[in-house]
């Protein structure tokens, strides 16, 4: 398992962009698939994002496609969510999640590693 602390998250309005980061510690970081997801009040946790150790594969929510992307720098241990022309609905804790297998990130279950989520509040 990987140890994972989010940071970037904050006050922004809508229309408005941020940058998720999600650190990681552990050297076989390179070789996790790692995910977003978000969990809004009163709602359960959604799956946000994904992307394979080799990046070459990326899967994006529906709800988010054409305005979040996900990409990771496996020197720096590091995975991005880039979010631009966020809405109020985008409002969340959003947390990043690590897996050695892809399906297991996109399927939300029994995933290894969580980070503790960081607040994204998108104001109208």
């Known amino acids: 398992q990987v140890q994972l602390v989010e940071s970037g998250g904050g006050l922004v309005q809508a229309g408005g962009s941020l940058r998720l980061s999600c650190a990681a510690s552990g050297r076989t970081f390179s070789r996790y698939a790692m995910g977003w997801f978000r969990q809004a009040p009163g709602k359960e946790r959604e799956f946000v994002a994904a992307i394979t150790w080799r990046s070459n594969i990326t899967y994006i929510a529906h709800s988010v496609k054409g305005r979040f992307t996900i990409f990771r720098d496996n020197a720096k241990n590091t995975v991005y969510l880039q979010m631009n022309s966020l809405k109020a609905e985008d409002t969340a804790v959003y947390y990043c999640?690590?897996?050695?297998?892809?399906?297991?990130?996109?399927?939300?279950?029994?995933?290894?590693?969580w980070g503790q989520g960081t607040q994204v509040t998108v104001s109208s």
């Open positions: 999640a690590a897996d050695r297998l892809i399906n297991t990130v996109v399927g939300g279950t029994n995933i290894g590693s």
